[in-house]
C-alpha cells in the first residue's frame, strides 16, 4: 500500500469535464495525492490541470482504458448519454470493473437507463449530483446526493470525502439525481417567494433589506434567504450557478414530474421567470436574478 489515504484499487481515476465545477473539484482530488487523469474535447481546458498535477491522456479512448474510476461533470442528459452509451463511448473502451460517478445534474429516469446498460456491461454507475456552487467546489465542501448499488457507493467513498463534505446516499441508481431535482425545486420556489416578498415590501414602501433582517431570526429563515436573500438587495448576479443551467434543471423536474402525473404549479412559476430572465439575456448571470422575474411587469 502507498501513503495515499485513498485504496490503491481505485487508483488511477479519470475525469472528463473540466469546467466551473469540474476543475476545482480535481484539483481537491490532487491535493488529496490522487493521481488524476483528464480528458478534454477543448485541450485548453485540460492543460490548465495538467499545471496543477493532472495527466493529460492522450485521447478518450486510452483515458477510459487506462483508469479504475471515473468522474463526470458534464451539462445536460444528452451528454452523459452520449459518453456512456454511444459506440466508442464509454462502455466501448472501459476495463472490467471501471466505476462511473456522475456528477452532472441529469434526468433521473434516464440515468436509471444508463446505470442498467452499465451494469450489463460489467461497469458500475453511481449518480452523485452536488449542491453548493463554484465555492463549495472550491472549498471541498459540496453536498452530494448518492444513488447506485450500496457496495459501489462505499467503494467510492473515499475519493468523493476530498470533494464533499456532507454525503448522502439516497437510494438505488437515479435516486440521487431525484434528489437534486427536488433541491433544484426548492431553491427556485423559495427564490420566487424571496422574489415576491421583496416586492410586496416595496410596494408597501417598506425596506426589504430590514424585512429580510426580521425574517431570518424566525422560521421564515432558511440559506437562501441568508445568502440569495442579499445578492438581490446587493444586484449582485456574479454566477455561482448559472441561470440557463438551473433552466435546464427545471426542465428535468417537470419532466420528471409529468412521467409520474404530477402537476406541480410551483415548478411552472419558476420555469416562467426563468425563460422571462433568458429572454432578457441573463442566462450566464447567478440563477438568483430569477427573483427579479417572478412578478411579471414589475
Not at 112 to 130: L, M, S, T
Not at 193 to 212: N, Q
Not at 222 to 234: A, I, K, P, T
Not at 240 to 251: I, V
Request: proline residues 5%; aromatic residues 4%; negative net charge.
Amino acid at each position: 500500500m502507498s501513503d495515499n489515504p485513498v485504496p490503491d484499487e481505485l487508483l488511477p481515476v479519470g475525469y472528463i469535464g473540466l469546467g466551473i465545477m469540474g476543475a476545482p473539484m480535481v484539483r481537491n482530488l490532487l491535493h488529496g495525492q490522487v493521481p488524476v487523469r483528464v480528458w478534454a474535447r477543448r485541450p485548453e481546458q485540460a492543460q490548465k490541470l495538467v499545471v496543477d498535477g493532472a495527466t493529460l491522456a492522450d485521447g478518450f479512448e486510452d483515458l477510459v482504458a487506462s483508469i479504475r474510476v471515473l468522474f463526470l461533470n458534464v451539462s445536460d442528459t444528452p451528454d452523459v448519454e452520449s459518453l456512456m452509451l454511444d459506440e466508442g463511448g464509454i462502455l466501448t473502451h472501459a476495463r472490467p470493473g471501471l466505476t462511473v460517478v456522475d456528477h452532472s445534474t441529469i434526468d433521473p429516469m434516464r440515468t436509471r437507463v444508463i446505470a442498467e446498460r452499465a451494469r450489463a456491461a460489467g461497469v458500475a454507475f453511481v449518480d452523485a449530483p452536488v449542491s453548493g456552487g463554484e465555492r463549495g467546489a472550491i472549498d471541498g465542501t459540496l453536498t452530494l446526493m448518492l444513488g447506485g448499488e450500496e457496495a459501489d457507493v462505499e467503494r467510492v467513498r473515499p475519493l468523493l470525502r476530498l470533494v464533499g463534505k456532507t454525503l448522502t446516499r439516497v437510494g438505488d441508481s437515479g435516486a440521487g439525481q431525484m434528489a437534486k431535482a427536488c433541491n433544484q425545486l426548492i431553491i427556485g420556489e423559495t427564490l420566487v417567494a424571496i422574489g415576491e416578498a421583496y416586492a410586496l415590501a416595496e410596494g408597501a414602501g417598506v425596506d426589504p433589506a430590514r424585512v429580510r433582517e426580521a425574517l431570518l431570526g424566525g422560521f421564515a429563515g432558511s440559506r437562501v434567504l441568508e445568502m440569495h436573500g442579499q445578492r438581490l438587495l446587493d444586484d449582485n448576479f456574479v454566477p455561482g450557478f448559472m441561470a440557463h443551467l438551473h433552466a435546464k434543471d427545471m426542465g428535468i423536474v417537470a419532466n420528471t414530474a409529468a412521467s409520474l402525473g404530477l402537476d406541480l404549479a410551483g415548478v411552472e412559476r419558476v420555469r416562467a421567470a426563468l425563460a422571462r430572465a433568458l429572454e432578457d439575456g441573463h442566462g450566464n448571470d447567478d440563477s438568483t436574478i430569477l427573483a427579479r422575474y417572478c412578478v411579471p411587469d414589475r
